[in-house]
């Protein structure tokens, strides 16, 4: 069994908007910061080259959108 020890100024939960912001926010004023996410992990190329198809990309439940 391994035991990593973290040591962050702050934790920030959720990559949305808001946290992303803060975490920047709080680099950039030298703290260390650690933003967990429980979404889905993206690569390069899981990103739209151009606009055709944006549905895919709108995360809208009630609007039979699921973002992927």
Do not use: Q
């Amino acid at each position: 069994m391994t035991i990593n020890n973290y040591d962050y100024d702050y934790l920030i939960i959720g990559s949305g908007f808001g946290g992303s912001v803060s975490a920047c926010r709080l680099t950039e004023k030298g703290y260390s910061v650690a933003v967990m996410e429980m979404g889905r992990r993206w690569k390069a190329e899981d990103f739209a080259k151009n606009n055709w198809n944006t549905r895919r990309w709108i995360w809208r439940p009630g609007m039979k959108l699921f973002g992927y």
